[in-house]
Structure formats: structure tokens, C-alpha cells
């Protein structure tokens, strides 16, 4: 059975910094891409960043390019998402997903949450003003 759990949401002021991380249990192997979705409410689900099963490739929506920083530790089973100079506007439920397939291209995942094969309950983070 596979578990992906997020954690590292919370409050923060504008101009802040959190970093969530995300472990996923149960794959049959560690090479999965993944990524970080977003949503706020009454908006769509939106991609925010996603990473190749090795780690050596990565995907940044324009909202998050050069603030947000996505890694991964296969041996630990781990997704991280450095959050830097935060805004208001950050303010979501963020969801961790697992690519269905090996052969998805980290851009492809963050683009078409179709292909998400597991998702995380979620980690609200607050950026107040």
C-alpha cells in the first residue's frame, strides 16, 4: 500500500521562508518523478514544481521560478520543497504527487495532474501580509 505524507506547512510572514517535505512509502522503486501541486481556494490545482526520478532535472511554474527550490533523497524516500521570499499569494493547501510511470517527464507531470498516480493529504502554508 503506498503512503505519501507532506509536512513543514504553517504560517509564515510575507518575505519568510518554509521548506516541505514529503515521503512516499510502499513504491516499487525510488525513481518515480515527483512533484508539488497547489490549491487555493476556489482556484484550480495548479503545478508548482516537479523533479525527475534521479533528480538531475526540474520543472518551476513562472510564479515560483527562482524562489522555490524542489529536491529529493531516493535513498530516504523524500521530496523537499525549499519555499524562499514568500507572498500572500503562496497561501494553498500544497499536495505532494508521484508520477504514474517512470517514462513521465517531470514537466509532464506538473503540467497534467492526470497522470498523478498518488497524492499526498495536503500541507496548508499561510503567508500572511
Known amino acids: 500500500q503506498v503512503q505519501v505524507v507532506e509536512s513543514g506547512g504553517g504560517l509564515v510572514q510575507a518575505g519568510g521562508s518554509l521548506r516541505l517535505s514529503c515521503t512516499a512509502s510502499?513504491?516499487?522503486?525510488?525513481?518515480?518523478?515527483m512533484g508539488w501541486f497547489r490549491q487555493a481556494p476556489g482556484k484550480e490545482r495548479e503545478g508548482v514544481s516537479c523533479i525527475n526520478g534521479s533528480g538531475g532535472r526540474t520543472y518551476y511554474g513562472d510564479s515560483v521560478k527562482g524562489r522555490f527550490t524542489i529536491s529529493r533523497d531516493n535513498a530516504k524516500n523524500t521530496l523537499y520543497l525549499q519555499m524562499n521570499t514568500l507572498k500572500p499569494e503562496d497561501t494553498a493547501m500544497y499536495y505532494c504527487?508521484?508520477?504514474?510511470?517512470?517514462?513521465?517527464?517531470?514537466?509532464?507531470?506538473?503540467?497534467?495532474?492526470?497522470?498523478?498516480?498518488?497524492w499526498g493529504q495536503g500541507t496548508q502554508v499561510t503567508v500572511s501580509s
Open positions: 510502499g513504491l516499487t522503486r525510488d525513481d518515480f518523478p
Open positions: 504527487a508521484v508520477g504514474g510511470s517512470i517514462y513521465y517527464r517531470e514537466d509532464d507531470v506538473c503540467r497534467s495532474s492526470r497522470i498523478v498516480a498518488y
